[in-house]
């Protein structure tokens, strides 16, 4: 999308993990053929610029450390990828010259890499206002229960497992152009985000001390989002601060490796836990340790994911009576973490559901009875943490998985492998997802002169088709054709206010808002149709896009043009039919169901193969089933990703070392087998649409489906727990383990 006059930026970015900034050198950059500016963090500074914002609010007795982010570095880099100059050029080639021609001069200090290094009584301090390390330690649920329940206990099963870092790795890398009217002194950004009043708030508050209506944010198609486009990042900054200065439109496109250095990662977590049982395999308690790494600065939404978010599902579909929960946020000289496909609901499902699955073989117990035995029932359920479970058929979809996955006949198909050298294991997991993200949203419509129908929705598509299910929704609302409908979105000048796309929200909240529209719209019809009618308003009829009296009858479409003429409908005019609401919705919605995987492993060399998957979900009320599917597999492609392929590694001093895709594997098409998809729909009441989050289920139940079936197959062997992902040197190397045969 080239933009008339525009510069190309280009970021200087740290090679330490961890050091002092000594010196800059910007001459031999400032004499670089095409480079017009290099901006430091003295310029910034010297310019007004503040920085980025972390305003997620814990409870006080979280201690929540929120140290400076500024866009550039000051004084001291914390990652390797940290942004220190920016260089601004007449082409994209001219300012990674320039970039290259910058002398920094560091001290190189040592680095905390994981969390178990960060909080060593050795590790370096990074930040000074972060003693040990510690961003917060957060306390939820009943631990004087949970221990009293601990103690009566039949049975306590022990697991401590790492949930891997993940790189979010969407087909379009960030990218951004900034523009600055001097005149006003507004400034204009176009971004591949999903969040823009959010961005608009923060860059107009924090970061240029603007009134909201000086930025205008806006996004074009997004080539998928998952998370980290949700956020502030420092090169949105840049580009602004840098137009300005300049007077000049400023781009910035992330290469593929600055995205894997840059963009905010996630995951990475080390918990132990403990599940307590009676002697009727009942759960008693569950108590939650978890050290959560936040990377080297807090991301916007960083905080909230391993303690509310998680806290949100720790339990699952289950009955726990009892729950505490610890998290300790971690400061490491990595790449900030932030929200990613599921946002703390993946972490806390594979806990859960990890944890059922070593408990039912302590017990001798089949997976699936110990699941039938605990399964949340009786609705609405208040759960430990206090989130109100509004209603489901958790056994229903349990039921329909095993028959699906077809469990009575795995025994043979079990034998098979065996004949052939393989193992074979059959796993099942079940999972809850607490969908809502933002509470409320606005929205609105106008009929246009041309004959369409704008729908303004503050949520936004990076993908998922919102513009077909809203378009759904307004046309069966309104009985008039679905091609008439347009959405706008993504832009806070067309519409004024949204809270964006994140935690499977957008048809739960956009579409409730929209359907609050069309109340209000009809409403505001039906007296203009009385007018023209010459009826009252209470005897018209509304069906198939027309208003009916026993005396005649208007489209909607003449009403709206008759609502243009002011003298005719009271506060038409310009603007003729159309209206703009705020809904407060604050309820969740509970998508959930139970996933089968049936994988296959090579014993020889460790390669696991998943044969097949079964996924049973409730997401509510189907406004377009194709839809639905389509965000299904690819969440499950996610998942499966986490569980047997992606691996984010840094090495003692902090270098990425899965860098690239050389280094970080997603799974291809051949990894993955046809998806079989089944639907038992629960309507939920939270909204009036009925429906459910559906676009984080993939993601959220695939991990742990797979590792079960994956210790399914290796249980034999006395294996009974692997870490995340399972690639074939893992497996290879655990059985080799078990076998006495050394790990090589």
Known sequence: MPVAGELFGCAVRSPLAHGLILSIDVAAALATAGVVAVLTEADLAADGVGDLPCDVE????????????????????????????????????????????????????????????????????????????????????????????????????????????????????????????????????????????????????????????AVHVSAPDVGGGFGPKNVLHPEYVLVLAAARRLGRPVRWTSSRSEDFLTSAQARDNRTRARLGLDRDGRFLALEVETAADMGAYLSALGPLVPTAAAASAMGGVYAIPAISVVVRGVFTNTVPVDAYRGAGKPEANYLVERLVDIAARRLGMPPLELRRRNIL????????????????????????????????????????????????????????????????????????????????????????????????????????????????????????????????????????????????????????????????GAALRFADGAF????????LDAVAEAARDPELAAGGGRDGLAVLVDTALDAITFPNGCHAAEIEVDPETGRATLERYVAVDDFGTLVNPLLVAGQVHGGLAQGIGQALFEHTVYDAAGQLLSASFMDY????????????????????????????????????????????????????????????????????????????????
Not at 150 to 179: C, F, I, K, W
Not at 548 to 555: D, I, K, Q, R
Not at 687 to 713: C, E, F, R, S, W
Request: hydrophobic share 45%.
């Open 665 to 744: 594997q997603l799974p291809r098409a051949a990894d993955l087998p046809g998806f079989e998809l089944a639907s038992l729909p629960v309507p939920s009441h939270a909204n009036p649409l009925g429906v459910k989050g559906a676009g984080q289920a993939g993601a959220i139940a695939a991990p742990q489906t797979v590792m079960n079936a994956l210790i399914d197959a290796l249980a034999p062997l006395g294996i009974d727990h692997l870490d995340m992902p399972a690639t074939p040197a893992r497996i290879w190397r655990a059985i080799r383990a078990k076998q006495g045969a050394g790990t090589a």
């Open 377 to 536: 029932s009786v609705f609405p359920h208040r759960g430990a943490l206090g989130v109100a479970v509004e209603r489901g058929a958790f056994a229903a979809t349990l039921d329909a998985a095993a028959a699906r996955a077809d469990a009575a006949g795995f025994p043979e198909r079990r034998a098979e492998a065996a004949r052939r050298g393989r193992l074979r294991g059959l796993g099942f997991a079940c999972y809850l997802e607490t969908a809502r993200g933002r509470p409320g949203e606005c929205a609105g419509l106008r009929f246009e002169r041309d004959g369409s129908v704008s729908l303004l929705v503050g949520t936004q598509s990076n993908g998922q088709g919102h513009e077909t299910s809203f378009a759904q929704v307004a046309a069966d609302r309104l009985g008039l054709p679905v091609e008439r409908f347009r959405l706008v979105q993504a832009d806070t000048r067309r519409v004024p206010r949204g809270k964006g796309h994140g935690g499977a929200r957008s048809l739960h909240q956009g579409g409730a808002a929209l359907v609050e529209a069309i109340e209000t719209l009809l409403d505001r019809a039906r007296a203009i149709a009385a007018q023209l009618l010459q009826c009252e």
């Open 58 to 213: 814990l409870p006080e007795a979280a201690s929540l450390r929120v140290p400076p982010r500024p866009a550039l570095a000051r004084g001291r880099v914390r990652h390797v990828g940290d942004p220190v100059a920016f260089v601004v050029a007449t082409t994209r080639e001219a300012a990674q010259d320039g970039a290259e021609a910058v002398a920094v001069a560091y001290e190189h200090l040592p680095a905390a890499v994981g969390v178990e290094a960060a909080l060593s009584p050795e590790a370096p301090r990074i930040w000074d206002e972060a003693p040990g390390n510690l961003a917060f330690l957060d306390r939820r649920g009943d631990a004087e229960a949970v221990a009293a329940a601990m103690a009566r206990a039949e049975t306590v099963v022990d697991l401590t497992l790492d949930n891997n870092r993940l790189v979010a790795a969407p087909l379009e890398p960030r990218a951004a152009v900034g523009r600055h009217d001097p005149a006003s002194g507004a400034f204009d950004l176009l971004l591949s985000g999903q969040g823009v009043h959010e961005m608009r708030r923060q860059l107009a508050g924090s970061v240029f001390a603007l009134p909201e209506d």
């Open 548 to 555: 009916a009296a026993p005396g005649g009858s208007v489209t």
